[in-house]
């Protein structure tokens, strides 16, 4: 099974500051097969990134994602006060598997 | 509009079964896998399992194997989750969930999501 270790786990940013999540993999994930979800209080889960680096459908372009292999990154350029949230990556490239999240926190 | 939405949750007592259906609407759904993911109180979100559009390709995590089964009905568009010898550790908000890519046999991400059903697996 593939382990998705995110950090950090609690990130204190500003509002208009630049966030940086990171996501690493036990093991490679097989053609970038990584997504992330933002996920709000009371929430479901919403796709922003799926295969790396391509956003979901709706998605602000402040929204980005890179990296292959083990390593994995979301950036949001410039933060928006509705984007504090938790965050999870998932890896589907061997059965699906979810990193235990990074909260984003208004500092 | 792509709608998802869970039922048949509750209060279990450990070693009972309990169904739970997911029913959607607003795209053609026998062309995409569906997956159930649940969250415990408070933790994150974990993959339970997923049934490819023909129901040809299934997956379990090992948490669920041998205790969960998933099933799909395509004339009723509907996805189910049986579940048997409930545990303790079961207890969680159990969501279905729509693959992003038509006919993928393995899965992909998730573009769509139910509200969720919970689960609370309790003598």
């Known amino acids: 099974e593939i382990v998705l270790t995110q950090s950090p786990g609690t990130l204190s940013l500003s509002p208009g500051e630049r966030a940086t999540l990171s996501c690493r993999a036990s093991?490679?994930?097989?053609?970038?097969?990584l997504a992330w979800y933002q996920q709000k209080p009371g929430q479901a889960p919403r796709l922003l990134i799926y295969?790396?680096?391509s956003r979901a459908t709706g998605i602000p372009d402040r929204f980005s994602g890179s990296g292959s292999g083990t390593d994995f990154t979301l950036t949001i350029s410039r933060l928006e006060p509705e984007d504090f949230a938790v965050y999870y990556c998932?890896?589907?490239?061997?059965?699906?598997?979810f990193g235990q999240g990074t909260k984003l926190e208004i500092k | 509009e792509v709608q998802l939405v869970e039922s048949g949750g509750g209060l279990v007592q450990p070693g009972r079964s309990l169904r739970l259906s997911c029913a959607a609407s607003g795209f053609t759904f026998d062309d995409y896998a569906m997956h159930w993911v649940r969250q415990a109180p408070g933790k994150g979100l974990e993959w339970v399992s997923g049934i490819s559009w023909n129901s040809g390709s299934i997956g379990y995590a090992d948490s669920v194997k041998g205790r969960f089964t998933i099933s799909r009905d395509n004339a009723k568009n509907s996805l189910y989750l049986q579940m048997n010898s409930l545990r303790a550790e079961d207890t969680a908000l159990y969501y279905c969930?729509?693959?992003?890519?038509?006919?993928?046999?393995?899965?992909?991400?998730?573009?769509?999501w139910g509200q969720g059903t919970l689960v609370t697996v309790s003598s």
């Open positions: 093991q490679s994930v097989s053609s970038s097969y």
């Open positions: 969930a729509k693959d992003i890519v038509i006919a993928a046999a393995g899965g992909t991400a998730f573009d769509y």
């Open positions: 295969g790396a680096s």
């Open positions: 998932q890896q589907y490239g061997s059965s699906h598997t």
